[in-house]
């Protein structure tokens, strides 16, 4: 299998390669991973507000050092955490990534829920995770 040139390289497969790195950097909290998947101006929108202020996007994380900060808190404070069924459809300027997510939060409750994520696109890097998830009890 040759591989495309970054030159000749469709968008969707550059979307690919980006949710790649993401997926990678991620699930290992690796910042170059990341940082090769995203755009310098990245926010993840996550399923939760600290204030009323978070309404209705949820709080948002910008850049990469707030993004890592949450990752390394939930390794911290979550077990037994698997992420399963994932699925993803791949346009030109949007990543659909559907999966459950269970585990034992910081509160020691055990979770189950779906989730959905959404991905938008610049020049083939991420530029936003957009987090839903069915909120659980």
Do not use: N
């Amino acid at each position: 299998d040759e591989q495309e040139s970054p030159m000749t390289e469709t968008p969707q497969a550059m979307a690919r390669r980006s949710m790649s790195h993401f997926r990678r950097g991620f699930g290992t909290a690796d910042r170059r991973e990341l940082e090769a998947a995203v755009t310098d101006d990245f926010e993840w929108h996550v399923h939760w507000q600290e204030s009323p202020s978070d309404e209705p996007t949820g709080k948002v994380l910008r850049g990469l050092d707030e993004v890592m900060a949450e990752i390394e808190r939930r390794q911290d404070t979550w077990t037994d955490v698997s992420y399963d069924g994932v699925e993803e459809r791949y346009t030109d300027d949007m990543i659909v990534q559907t999966f459950v997510v269970s585990g034992v939060d910081a509160d020691g409750c055990r979770f189950s829920t779906s989730a959905v994520d959404l991905y938008p696109l610049r020049d083939g890097r991420i530029t936003r995770k957009q987090t839903y998830w069915k909120q659980y009890g």
